[in-house]
């Protein structure tokens, strides 16, 4: 991957991530989160706070047919079992063709064979937006596992940058490699989203929230590259906020639910740190 590969030209405005967040509170859509055990609860207080309508359910007699009538399916794999996958291949397919987006999360897919597998079905069905930390994309692009388990060791790195641009092309959908920058891609253009706080790296479920509330963000209309920098940046100055006075984790989460219902798309406008 050459140096032509970062095309400057593809800016999102701070008022563009604005109207993003004022939609999503108009809007209120339906996120149906087929996603891990371990961020269900959180998962579901985040899209509340920022304004949607969260309904987790994995049962294979509904899964589709929720997919089918939501605004936007989040497609998460953090607790992976053979059942799952079955469900969550369903209920892609009902979203893809209902019209939906839906946002793939590949958690620690670099963690087992399993994982790598079961991501590669899923992504065949052809996802709005990939959303991992930045090893989770590199695994994805290069087929080879990188990072431990569900955490990221992956630095911030041109080779990053290159991986997400790889995969956006290769599945012609929007990629986004959270970090403490995050890149979001289209294949074309690459933005970079400068908020955010070293302490969401510190609580799990940080990424997998900002998934959801891309979904969110998508299932309120907005295109996938501008929706998905939008949503990191709306998150990240959140977790700005929340990191005032330097919480401890514990109470940087509740304070980060806080300030997910607060920032309001004004705050957006002047605190929205965008770059292309
Ligand atoms: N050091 C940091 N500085 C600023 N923001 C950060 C930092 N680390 C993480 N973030 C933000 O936290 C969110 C989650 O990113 P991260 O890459 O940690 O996801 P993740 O590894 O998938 O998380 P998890 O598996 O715990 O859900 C993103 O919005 C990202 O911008
Ligand atoms: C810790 C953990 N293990 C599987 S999913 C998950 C939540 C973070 O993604
Ligand atoms: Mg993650």
């Known amino acids: 991957m050459g140096e032509e590969t970062h095309v400057s030209t593809t800016a ?4 563009t991530a604005s109207e993003a967040l004022a939609a999503l509170r108009w809007k209120r859509p339906l996120v149906h ?21 969260p309904v987790m ?28 996958v079955e469900v969550m ?22 963690a087992s064979p399993f994982r790598q597998e079961a991501a590669a079905r899923i992504l065949a069905i052809g996802p709005t937006l990939v959303k991992g930390n930045a090893a989770e ?17 992956e630095g911030e790195s041109r080779a990053v940058q290159d991986a997400a641009v790889a995969l956006a092309r290769r599945l012609r959908c929007a990629v986004a490699a959270t970090g403490r920058v995050d890149l979001v891609t289209d294949g074309v253009g690459v933005l970079q989203v400068h908020n955010g706080h070293a302490l969401m790296g ?28 939008s949503a990191l940046a709306y998150f990240g100055l959140a977790g700005e906020r929340a990191a005032a006075g330097e919480p401890g984790p514990g109470m940087f ?20 740190r965008i770059t292309a």
């Not at 999102?12 to 008022?15: A, D, L, M, R």
């Not at 989160?33 to 309508?53: K, Q, W």
């Not at 989460?253 to 929205?272: F, H, I, K, S, Y």
């Open 137 to 153: 994309i590199v695994t994805l692009a290069t087929g080879r596992p990188a990072g431990r388990g569900v955490d990221s060791e």
């Open 253 to 272: 989460q509740a304070r980060l639910l806080d300030e997910l219902a607060a920032v309001t798309p004004e705050d957006l406008a002047a605190g929205a």
């Open 12 to 15: 999102v405005s701070p008022e």
């Open 202 to 229: 510190r609580i799990t479920g940080s990424g997998c929230a900002a998934g959801a509330l891309c979904a969110a963000v998508l299932g309120a209309g907005a295109p996938a590259l501008a929706g998905a920098a």
């Open 57 to 84: 359910a994995h049962a294979p007699e509904e899964a589709a047919v929720i997919a089918a009538r939501a605004g936007a399916l989040l497609v998460n794999i953090g607790t992976l079992t053979r059942d799952r």
């Open 33 to 53: 989160c087929l996603t891990n055990d371990v961020v269900a609860n959180v998962t579901a207080n985040a899209l509340l706070a920022a304004g949607a309508s």
């Open 89 to 110: 291949v369903a209920a892609a397919e009902a979203a893809r063709a209902a019209g939906a987006p839906w946002v793939f999360d590949p958690v620690g897919v670099g």
